[in-house]
């Protein structure tokens, strides 16, 4: 398969280009500045291309067969309007382009963040774990712009039905499981303790690229998060110390290490299980 991957300079995107290139399929790896670490590999090129233009995104996509979208603004960076507005620009732009080039298969990195979270002023948690079907009600631009990518999904596929895309919402990628461990977990309470290891997150992109399967079709989103949370304490004392109030779904059991996030969807329909060491 030849997979362009936009944002291909980032800490998940490289993961997911070195990854590709392990399984065999040609990439394309696509970013707005040059990289200082040049991929020398027969089945990859690298395309320079600012994705806000649209143009520009038809020209680096053409010819592929698939596509895993980063390329982002990763957090609310000053809570104004270049985070938000470059984000659905070139949301929109990947989305449509692929729509006119008959691209029928993407992966776009979504977030956790469409949630109330870390950037949020107040978090609001209907219940623990979460899953697929809570509320998304950001109060800050980053979160927006993913609900937002989100929708110009569920968009797309209505009038281009043959088109599957998965939003993959992401929590914190990190290298190994320890970095995520380092941080107090009273700084953390807005977070739920939560992580993505960054090769399980490209491996995430690339099942729900590659799957042939008929478990799933149109445009779905995933849950993308480690299984466990990343800090010493049970959970059960977390949520009494800082959450005591959101209840706990019925036949879910949240103690011990559980995370509280629910990705039994990812499971179900990618395939996708989250792995510390792949």
């Known amino acids: 398969m030849k997979i362009a991957i936009t944002g291909c300079n980032g800490s998940v995107g490289k993961r997911v280009v070195q990854l590709a290139l392990r399984r065999g399929h040609t990439v394309v790896g696509i970013d707005h500045v040059e990289s200082k670490e040049t991929i020398q590999h027969a089945k990859f090129a690298f395309v320079l291309a600012d994705l806000k233009h649209y143009d520009a995104a038809i020209k680096a996509l053409e010819g592929c067969d698939g596509v895993v979208h980063l390329a982002a603004y990763r957090n609310p960076g000053d809570y104004e309007v270049t985070t938000h507005n470059s984000n659905v620009v070139i949301s929109w732009n990947v989305l449509r382009a692929c729509a006119k080039l008959g691209i029928n298969r993407i992966a776009q990195a979504s977030t956790v963040?469409?949630?109330?979270?870390?950037?949020?002023?107040?978090?609001?948690?209907?219940?623990?774990?979460?899953?697929?079907?809570?509320?998304c009600l950001p109060d800050e631009p980053y979160g927006l712009s993913k609900v937002i990518c989100e929708l110009q999904a569920d968009t797309i596929v209505r009038r281009y039905?043959?088109?599957?895309?998965?939003?993959l919402r992401l929590h914190w990628?990190?290298?190994h499981r320890s970095h995520a461990q380092s941080i107090d977990s009273t700084q953390r309470s807005k977070d739920l303790w939560s992580y993505v290891q960054e090769d399980s997150a490209a491996d995430a992109f690339l099942l729900a690229l590659t799957g042939e399967g008929d478990e799933w079709s149109g445009h779905e989103a995933f849950f993308i998060t480690a299984p466990e949370v990343a800090c010493d304490e049970d959970v059960k004392d977390l949520l009494q110390r800082f959450w005591p109030d959101v209840p706990i779904r019925e036949g879910k059991d949240v103690s011990g290490r559980t995370g509280l996030f629910d990705c039994d969807k990812a499971e179900r329909l990618l395939g996708w299980v989250h792995k510390d060491d792949t």
Do not use: G, L
């Not at 039905?161 to 939003?167: E, G, H, T, V, W």
């Open 173 to 175: 990628s990190v290298p």
């Open 113 to 135: 963040n469409v949630v109330t979270m870390v950037y949020s002023q107040h978090c609001k948690f209907e219940y623990f774990p979460i899953d697929e079907a809570h509320p």
């Open 161 to 167: 039905p043959s088109m599957r895309i998965a939003s």
